[in-house]
């Protein structure tokens, strides 16, 4: 006789955060938009220029107005979009990667190669963050790939922590007590035991450092790193348009909501993520 | 009973939000002096019903129904004020761990101060009553434990000092929940001995939880079992152990091993486990287990009666016995 | 096949304080195949020390663990050598023992896959067999582990020890974890499963009903020491060892209903075993001791035929 749960599935869980609801939704248009953009669907292209056309506020033709060369704004913000979702990606991927590998690595066999991860990943937390981004991008040189570099950098102690802490406590746990005395090798005990079982912390931070990545890229080009012009980037609009908002809202407006939206809907599926993945938060 | 100290009667107990049952309809009385053992596996019910007594259910769950009597005053329907004056002064408890009982940053001596204080206008010979307070309890140097912080005892030592603390006002009632099932065997034995001597110098009463049934079988008068949030059977700790009435009760004494048995025979088990109090309907929470069970006992609720021994909430009792 | 247990030490060093706490201080126990030994004791007398040094996931200070004269432990690979998952471990807490993202069938077929015990098709139908084994219905293969209760799980734990077909069963606690109703059905259990596969347990508690229950042969431990140790008659009907008789009449009985006087056996508490007596660890404690006590350690000498106690006072 078995004392049974209906066995819900983290989704029907996540289906009911309101947060994940709506993080989900926003996170979906940005991907969409970046996919449109990057499939060269934009409904102008970005880079041509209208001079006569320039400074008009939105219009049949322009839907998000003109920027002072007569370039399509929405056009520039799809592009600038998918920009600042490519550089996330990729420097949370790899953060992750570098970061869960150490943590994991370190927290597990402990000692030694513990104190130098704890100590590497001290050292890059003791600079201020946007800091450190902006000394590598400027060292490396102003692309996206350095762009991404840089945040990778930066983010990678967190993902060593938020690894490092669940593994300390998990391979203390009985079952992972019982594999090793069953002669299971270590990395059948790492990757079959541990990590499945340090992977939600991992996931949640996964979605709120892809949210600041957008904001530092964003951040960076705004100040004129990163992307250069005439490529289109979301900072780099806003940056361009700070001369020319009051006349010109648009300039600002368009490319600013698209930066919140991006931020806040990653956000909120990081908060959704954890109301569904820590089984203290769900409700029942 | 006529004039118990304390009478539970029908009390249920559930969840705020959703209105499940966790207790279900208790009833039982404590007379003055009388100790009273509450034996139950998880999920019976015991502990929230001790609680219910000194208002001290956890968030979330909520008495439903019932009245609980002492002195006159229903308690549930008490305010705030009135079971803080009861709590600690004449009703006290004392818990499985006292780590959680205890203040971490607070020395001990201080925090037994803190219980005169807060209940007697008069501290004035406080100390001196601390000091005496851990001599009775055995514990060896009063002056260093006055001065001492709970870390630095022992688990023994600081169930003693828990002790002290629940005795110092002389309540007439102490509530223990499971307070020896965390210690060593021969400290429990010192603590027990420690519970006995001053029951019976105080003539106090005891409501004692657990769920070892050997520790029952010595220390109290009468055994309240509960199951799934009910009570199933009540009586003498002689009857009960010795003619227990009602098949649960039968099943956990014949499933633990007797030390009298020579021959280590099998031991005979209860199959499946105990159910959720609010899955169970109009039914007897036991008949999925019972092997005596019939249609009788899976569509309708038995009510307690009494028998030749017991008290026992069941349609086919195990009678026999002297 | 015999357990070679010799003269084991364990030492911990407190890092803060920079003493040591000695967990174990010489431990020798030959354990014969198809035997099963009860080791009880309360807290700080080793005897979960033990069972992690017996299984391999501790190291001993000082002396030495093996099973068919082959040590435990494999050196070379710094893990418990494979082949000596012929002695398994059965965990307390029915809890934390199974992987909680693992289905449990998934859980047994890992060990299989392995030790490359069984061909890849015939899997499942050994899963199935383990459980029936355990007495777990096999569609609960495919659940987690949170779905099944406390009972429930300790018999998975089984169930994946016997996977990788141990000659040994190391048992910490098994039932202590479990509500009084279950364990009796955990205990024949073990007890089935004892006789049908012919297997060798060391069974651990603090319980000694359980342990009167399932044991051959006792051995009492205090403070890392076997103070007395003999066939389970020998050890429960006549104990000789001081502490061991304080243990026995400790132990809440409820075949006896309400004798009115209640005395503690014992006094004082276990010494901290970061600042161990002089001489016989139970000294402070002890009606019997003499002077001499506190300054003589104590090995066990045999008094009756396997019978052994580490007292001197005892003629």
């Known amino acids: 006789m078995s004392n049974s749960m209906k066995e819900k599935s983290w989704f029907s869980y996540y289906l009911k955060s309101a947060s994940g609801v709506v993080g989900g939704i926003l996170v979906l248009i940005m991907v969409m938009i970046s996919l449109l953009s990057a499939l060269g669907i934009t409904p102008h292209d970005p880079l041509i220029q209208d001079p006569i056309n320039s400074l008009q506020g939105p219009s049949a033709k322009y839907w998000f107005g003109t920027d002072q060369f007569g370039r399509d704004i929405l056009s520039r913000c799809m592009d600038g979009m998918r920009r600042s979702m490519t550089v996330s990606v990729t420097a949370v991927s790899i953060a992750t990667l570098v970061g869960v590998f150490l943590g994991v690595l370190g927290g597990y066999f402990g000692k030694v190669l513990d104190g130098l991860v704890v100590r590497f990943s001290d050292v890059i937390f003791s600079f201020p963050a946007i800091l450190l981004a902006l000394a590598i991008v400027n060292s490396l040189g102003n692309s996206s790939t350095d762009t991404s570099i840089a945040i990778a950098v930066v983010y990678t102690p967190i993902f060593i922590r938020v690894a490092r802490g669940p593994v300390l406590s998990v391979k203390e746990m009985d079952y992972v007590k019982a594999v090793r005395i069953l002669g299971f090798s270590t990395p059948k005990v790492l990757f079959s035991h541990i990590l499945p079982n340090v992977l939600p912390p991992i996931v949640i931070q996964i979605a709120l450092s892809m949210s600041w990545a957008i904001l530092t890229e964003s951040g960076l080009s705004f100040l004129g790193l990163g992307t250069q012009p005439p490529d289109a980037s979301l900072g780099l609009m806003v940056s361009e348009a700070q001369a020319l908002a009051a006349f010109a809202w648009w300039t600002l407006a368009f490319p600013s909501i698209f930066i919140t939206i991006a931020v806040v809907g990653l956000n909120l599926v990081g908060d959704g993520l954890r109301d569904s993945l820590d089984p203290a938060r769900r409700s029942s | 009973m006529t004039n118990p100290l304390i009478s539970i009667s029908n009390v249920t107990i559930s969840t705020t939000d959703d209105d499940r049952t966790l207790v279900n309809s208790v009833s039982f009385d404590i007379a003055p002096g009388e100790a009273v053992g509450v034996v139950g596996e998880s999920g019976s019910g015991k502990t929230l019903t001790a609680l219910s007594l000194l208002g001290l259910l956890p968030r979330g769950v909520h008495v439903t129904s019932g009245s609980i009597i002492y002195n006159g005053n229903d308690l549930l329907l008490a305010d705030r004020e009135k079971l803080r004056t009861i709590r600690g002064n004449e009703i006290a408890m004392i818990y499985q761990d006292p780590m959680t009982a205890l203040n971490p940053v607070m020395k001990l001596g201080v925090q037994l101060i803190e219980v005169i204080e807060s209940h007697d206008g008069d501290s004035s010979s406080a100390t001196e009553r601390v000091m005496t307070a851990f001599a009775e309890v055995g514990i060896p140097d009063p002056k260093r434990a006055y001065e001492s912080y709970p870390h630095e005892f022992s688990g023994g030592m600081r169930q003693r000092v828990m002790i002290a603390m629940a005795l110092i006002l002389s309540p007439q009632l102490l509530i223990a929940d499971e307070p020896t099932t965390a210690l060593d065997v021969t400290i429990q034995q010192q603590i027990l001995a420690l519970v006995v001597q001053e029951r019976r110098k105080r003539n106090m009463s005891m409501l004692w939880i657990t769920h070892d049934l050997g520790v029952v079988a010595n220390l109290v008068d009468r055994v309240i079992v509960m199951y799934a949030g009910r009570v199933v059977e009540i009586g003498s700790v002689n009857d009960v152990f010795t003619n227990p009435q009602h098949p649960y009760t039968a099943g956990l004494l014949s499933s633990l091993p007797k030390a009298s048995d020579i021959n280590r025979t099998r031991l005979i088990s209860i199959p499946g486990i105990p159910p959720k109090p609010w899955t169970v309907g109009n039914s007897c929470a036991f008949s999925p287990r019972c092997e005596r069970a019939d249609d009788k006992c899976r569509s309708s609720l038995p009510g307690l009666s009494q028998n030749s021994h017991t008290l026992a909430a069941c349609f086919h009792l195990m009678g026999g016995g002297a | ?315």
Request: a neutral charge.
């Open chain 3, 1 to 315: 096949m015999t357990l070679s247990i010799t003269d084991v030490t364990k030492r911990y060093k407190i890092r803060v304080t920079g003493g040591q706490v000695n967990a174990l201080n010489g431990v020798t126990i030959k354990l014969s195949v198809k035997e099963t030994l009860g080791i009880v004791g309360e807290s700080g007398c080793g005897k979960s020390t033990l069972a992690r040094i017996i299984v391999g996931l501790e190291q001993p200070t000082t002396g030495t663990v093996t099973w068919d004269s082959q040590s435990i432990f494999d050196k070379a690979k710094n893990m418990i050598s494979s082949k000596h998952s012929k002695i398994q471990l059965v965990f307390q807490d029915p809890y934390s023992s199974l992987n909680p993202r693992q289905k449990i069938g998934d859980s047994i077929a890992e060990v299989l896959k392995v030790h490359k015990l069984v061909a890849k098709q015939a899997i499942s139908d050994r899963i199935g067999e383990l459980l029936t084994e355990v007495g777990i219905s096999q569609e609960l293969a495919h659940r987690y582990p949170h779905q099944l209760s406390g009972g429930q799980r300790q018999r998975v734990s089984i169930a994946r020890a016997l996977a990788s077909q141990p000659d040994l069963l190391v048992l910490d606690e098994p039932v202590s974890a479990l509500d009084v109703s279950v364990r009796a059905e955990v205990m024949n259990l073990l007890i089935d499963l004892r006789e049908r596969l012919g297997l060798t347990y060391i069974f651990i508690s603090h319980d000694l009903s359980m342990i009167r229950h399932i044991s051959d042969h006792i051995a009492v431990m205090y403070l890392g020491r076997i103070v007395e140790t003999g066939p389970w008659e020998a050890v429960l009907e006549n104990p000789r060892h001081p502490y061991t008789r304080a243990l026995i009449s400790a132990m809440p009985d409820h075949t006896v209903v309400g004798s009115t006087t209640y005395q503690a056996p014992l006094s004082g508490e276990v010494p901290d075993p970061a600042a161990m007596p002089t001489g016989c660890a139970f000294h402070q404690r002890c009606p019997i001791a003499v002077p001499s006590c506190s300054v003589n350690t104590q090995d066990l000498r045999t008094i009756e035929p396997r019978h052994q106690i580490a007292c001197q006072e005892v003629k």
